[in-house]
């Protein structure tokens, strides 16, 4: 567990904020996903923030809404369990971590509260499961269980957990693995690419808008072909593309 300080990174105000808020209704709050990885490999910052905390994700946007002068409106998202706001140029994602497990069927898992780690556990690739704390006493720390600031210097596409669970949990991660690997310029690690190969004809569970929307994110990249070389050696080119 690499425990480094990323200060840096949250330099913006709204971190302040969301840790204050946190701090107020007793929750642990961390900075996770995209905006980590981002970070790490100086692409700049996005614009999208999600923020996981243990408890619930609703209460802390509405918390963080008071906090802030403009009082933004809270975009609430109960299935899923998610609240959103915009903040000037910033969007903000808030959910409560969460323990998954699905069923073969469905890509719809069976949610419950879990831990940081639980939540870190379900991501879908190891360089997007870096998180940063924002609770006071250890404000900006990394917490990297799975090795994944090592996979982004080594520009590897790896999953957390055995790939064919993950792959086969949400099929849609098989897309995402190539279009990661497109947009960054990184390997999809071995045993992970023999299980799309493996898992490919699990894409058909997928809704066909929500493989659109990776493939138009494919085509965006500087290198599309990248992308459609790899959909074609993992044989997801004519599951998609008949």
């Known amino acids: 567990m690499g425990h480094i300080s990323h200060a840096k990174a949250l330099q913006h105000p709204i971190f302040k904020t969301v840790s204050k808020a946190a701090s107020n209704l007793g929750l642990d709050a961390y900075v996770i996903g995209g905006f980590v990885r981002d970070f790490i490999l100086e692409r700049g910052h996005p614009k999208d923030i999600d923020i996981v905390c243990v408890g619930s994700g609703i209460s802390l946007a509405k918390e963080v809404s008071k906090l802030l002068p403009e009082k933004p409106s809270v975009s609430v998202f109960k299935n899923y369990g998610t609240a959103m ?12 971590a969460r323990k998954e497990s699905y069923q073969q069927d469905s890509r719809n898992p069976e949610v419950e509260n879990g831990s940081l780690e639980d939540d870190q556990n379900r991501r879908d690739f190891t360089i997007n499961a870096l998180a940063l704390s924002l609770e006071k006493d ?10 994944g600031v090592e996979d982004l210097k080594q520009k590897t596409i790896r999953t957390p957990k055995d790939p064919d669970i993950t792959y086969s949990d949400d099929p849609l991660r098989m897309m995402r693995a190539i279009r990661f690997a497109t947009q960054l310029d990184f390997i999809i690690e071995k045993d992970s690419l023999e299980a799309i190969t493996r898992n490919a004809h699990r894409i058909n569970i997928i809704s066909k808008e929500r493989i659109v929307d990776e493939l138009h994110k494919i085509l965006a990249c500087q290198k599309p072909s990248k992308g459609f070389s790899l ?8 599951l998609i593309l008949p």
């Open 231 to 238: 959909l074609h050696k993992t044989t997801l080119l004519p």
């Open 85 to 96: 706001l915009k903040t000037g140029p910033v969007e903000l994602e808030f959910v409560g």
């Open 138 to 147: 250890s404000f900006g720390m990394l917490l990297d269980p799975f090795n």
